[in-house]
């Protein structure tokens, strides 16, 4: 069917055309689509005596990937396109030697990744190169639309059957004009992109997003939360070591030093995984993954949510809520320092294409507690980011850490508000401090727990989640977000309680680059 084709012809001698309307279906790369051609033939009639071989070859005509591009193209005409090539950087070495099935899926993983990434039709030009076509009414929307692709080529994992396998991209592009876009060009074209690679240049104002890191020092406050431990805080970090409590004389000190040299096998482990995040962050290779939320309301349509990870012992580490980092508390503050950083770009480029964009930024409580510049760097980032939203930061912290140091969130709250951005809770519900939260903190949106999400499976956990939701909103009008909802059904059942933003799969996928799901 892909390769049908279909003519009507006519025995009315008054008829304009013999053939009025000829009608080709393409093969489609996209799921449950039909992708057809219309040739109109509006030319005077020919003569009966037309070659039967021209009219098989016609017919038996095959399109190809520049067929298809100049198809879409002329369907979905505008002032700005450009083709992306995608190609391999590298390819492992385990998918060299593995068995053809499994080389197969990871082509078919590779092509798939684009789709999810770039939400357009892929374009197969060979075995190891795709492509596809991105459109904008304006050169400058396209410049963002394509500088946003530049976080695919952070290294990427893919599963198959079980197992994961890195994934190294290469993505270059060329501008293209409708009408010069041509079989003779073709080749010139695809050699242009595929030389052509995204800039490594940042922006003007991206590169004094990243100065921010330079220019704020970490300098770190002696607070710790109450309920956090029983004894007192010690930090080890490669250029720091202190005490709540004082120190006393030389033994302390010399105690650090000891431990290090002669670490519990449990220490030598998180050595490895933060060795690995202070490595992926010198690297740039902390990934960054946005959701878009859906707003019932339809107010808010760009607001995505902000998380992160590593590549650690080849499988996907998240960042949040790594027990870790409590032994490094200077590299947790770094490393939610670059994610912040790292998000205003994306941010900053988004901006452009949808001016009222937001983000919600999952971030660890030492940055929070710890960090006495974050305030000041907040502000930094903001101006450089130049969103005219008056908070388009909403930074998250999870529930639990929370609860352990209600009084002094509160104090931060107003002191991040006033330098441009909200605070947020994730996980919310998860603890028995969830009431407190409300009455005591002043926050507007709170994202949460998972386990809500299994509660819209029947009426009856239904019914129970919204009458705990009636009772959060008793204790103050707040917004809420329920997360994982990953398949149609608990979508739609979503709608039956008091939420107003829904986020999952069905609705868009954790992408790497900012995005919105209606871009086509």
């Known amino acids: 069917f892909d390769l049908a084709r279909f003519e009507i012809d006519t025995l009315n001698s008054n008829a304009k055309s013999e053939n009025p309307l000829k009608i080709e279906f393409l093969p489609s790369d996209e799921e449950d689509c039909i992708q057809i051609t219309i040739e109109i033939n509006s030319t005077s009639q020919k003569p009966q005596a037309q070659s039967s071989e021209s009219n098989k070859k016609s017919i038996s005509a095959v399109a190809t990937s520049l067929q298809k591009i100049q198809y879409a193209l002329i369907n979905q005409p505008a002032k700005s396109n450009a083709l992306v090539l995608f190609s391999f950087a590298a390819c492992p070495e385990n998918i060299l030697t593995s068995p053809w099935k499994t080389a197969v899926q990871y082509l078919e993983g590779f092509k798939n990744f684009i789709q999810e990434q770039t939400n357009t039709t892929v374009y197969q030009i060979d075995m190891l190169l795709y492509a596809v076509i991105l459109q904008a ?88 939360p109450k309920l956090d431990q029983a004894e007192p805080l010690q930090i080890q970090s490669n250029s720091i070591e202190f005490s709540p409590k004082p120190q006393v004389e030389n033994t302390a000190v010399e105690k650090p030093v000891q431990i290090q040299e002669t670490p519990a096998p449990h220490i030598f482990k998180t050595s490895a995984i933060l060795g690995q995040i202070a490595q992926s962050l010198e690297k740039g290779e902390i990934q960054l993954k946005y959701q878009q939320l859906y707003d019932k309301q339809d107010s808010n349509l760009n607001t995505y949510e902000v998380s992160s990870g590593f590549i650690f012992e080849n499988q996907w580490k998240k960042v949040s809520n790594l027990i870790d980092l409590d032994d490094d508390i200077e590299l947790s503050i770094k490393l939610d320092r670059w994610i912040l950083v790292e998000a205003c770009k994306q941010l900053h480029n988004f901006i452009t294409q949808y001016p009222e964009a937001k983000l919600i930024v999952n971030l660890n409580r030492h940055v929070l507690f710890h960090d006495k510049q974050f305030p000041e760097l907040i502000s930094k980032l903001l101006t450089i980011v130049g969103s005219r939203q008056s908070h388009p930061l909403i930074l998250q912290f999870d529930e639990e850490d929370i609860a352990k140091n209600i009084l002094e969130t509160q104090k931060q709250i107003g002191v991040l508000r006033d330098h441009g951005a909200e605070i947020s809770i994730r996980r ?10 409300l009455k005591q903190l002043d926050v507007s949106l709170v994202t949460l727990d998972e386990k809500f999400t299994k509660q819209l499976n029947s009426d009856a956990t239904m019914t129970q989640f919204q009458h705990t939701l009636e009772k959060y909103h008793a204790i103050k009008p707040i917004e809420l977000l329920l997360k994982n909802l990953n398949d149609m059904n608990s979508f739609a059942n979503a709608w039956n309680v008091d939420v107003r933003f829904l986020q999952g799969e069905y609705f868009q996928k954790k992408l790497d680059h900012l995005t919105d799901v209606q871009d086509q």
């Open 137 to 224: 009414e304006s050169d400058t929307i396209l410049e963002s639309r394509i500088h946003g692709l530049h976080a695919l080529e952070k290294p990427q994992l893919l599963e198959i059957d079980g197992h994961t396998y890195p994934l190294n991209i290469k993505i270059g592009y060329s501008n293209i004009q409708q009408n010069s876009f041509t079989e003779a060009s073709f080749n010139d074209v695809l050699e242009q992109a595929y030389n052509h690679r995204l800039a490594k240049k940042d922006s003007v104002s991206e590169q004094q997003l990243t100065a921010t890191l330079q220019d704020t020092k970490i300098e770190l406050s002696l607070l710790e």
């Open 428 to 437: 919310f519900g998860s603890s028995i401090s969830s009431e407190a939260i």
